[in-house]
């Protein structure tokens, strides 16, 4: 059996994505055969190995959902602070992740998953994947504020220009966006620049997967040939 890294393993298995699997493993709460195991280390899948004493039983199927997260409820697993979290919106057999984080103020889709890869290509900014957004501002958009938007921002607390993007004015204070990046807040800071305020957000897309018809609280499991291009697009395959 072909060897992988401690890290890929534990992501194959739905544990967490890669990044978070390296900090479980720094924690030294991941062990190998009854050893604390280690960054790098490799493993083939028949060892005995366990997270926080649970043993792994190797990789599980797979399950993606698109859920519409309502307004007010927080992107987190375990936050003592947090009023309403994922999981209290959702009961499914199966534990579940978020790949790509929507604020606690906005709405709309949202990728769950207990597939690390998957999380680990969708959320990397390099991949550039789209994500579109339906958006309602303070005041009139103008055509130097869509110029702006497209053109990239340069977001001074960040320290960075975002990357240009595609954007339609379809209301007078409303506006399509897609963008293939995920900086923290990212439209709503770039909105603040140009001096407008965010009054609503909705994310309708992520990849090829749309929010459709689903309404807040709502999911669906997505299956057959939608899965099947999901992980085409995030240059993952299906095993």
Excluded: W
Excluded at 47 to 74: C, D, N, Q, S, W
């Amino acid at each position: 059996m072909e060897q992988v890294r401690l890290n890929k393993y534990l992501a194959k298995c739905g544990v967490c994505s890669r990044r978070e699997a390296d900090k479980l493993i720094e924690q030294g709460v991941v062990t190998v055969d009854g050893h604390v195991g280690l960054t790098g280390q490799t493993v083939r899948g028949t060892e005995e190995i366990r997270v926080r004493g649970k043993l792994l039983e190797g990789r599980e199927e797979r399950h993606v959902l698109a859920f519409y997260k309502p307004m007010g409820v927080t992107c987190t697993e375990k936050d003592p602070h947090a009023e309403k979290k994922i999981n209290d919106m959702i009961s499914y057999p199966v534990r579940l992740t978020y790949a790509g984080r929507l604020d606690k103020d906005s709405e709309g889709l949202l990728l769950l998953t207990n597939d690390g890869d998957l999380i680990n290509a969708v959320m990397r900014g390099a991949n550039r994947h789209e994500k579109e957004y339906l958006v309602k501002v303070n005041k009139e958009i103008t055509d130097v504020f869509l110029q702006k938007m497209t053109n990239g921002i340069y977001l001074r607390d960040l320290d960075t220009t975002t990357r240009e993007c595609e954007i339609q004015k379809i209301g007078k204070f409303t506006f399509q966006i897609i963008l293939t990046q995920g900086l923290n807040r990212q439209i709503r800071r770039m909105c603040q620049a140009c001096g407008y305020q965010v009054k609503s957000l909705k994310r309708v897309r992520v990849m090829n997967i749309s929010l459709g018809n689903l309404r807040p609280g709502e999911y669906r499991e997505v299956v057959g040939e939608e899965l099947e291009q999901l992980y085409a697009d995030a240059g993952r395959k299906m095993i």
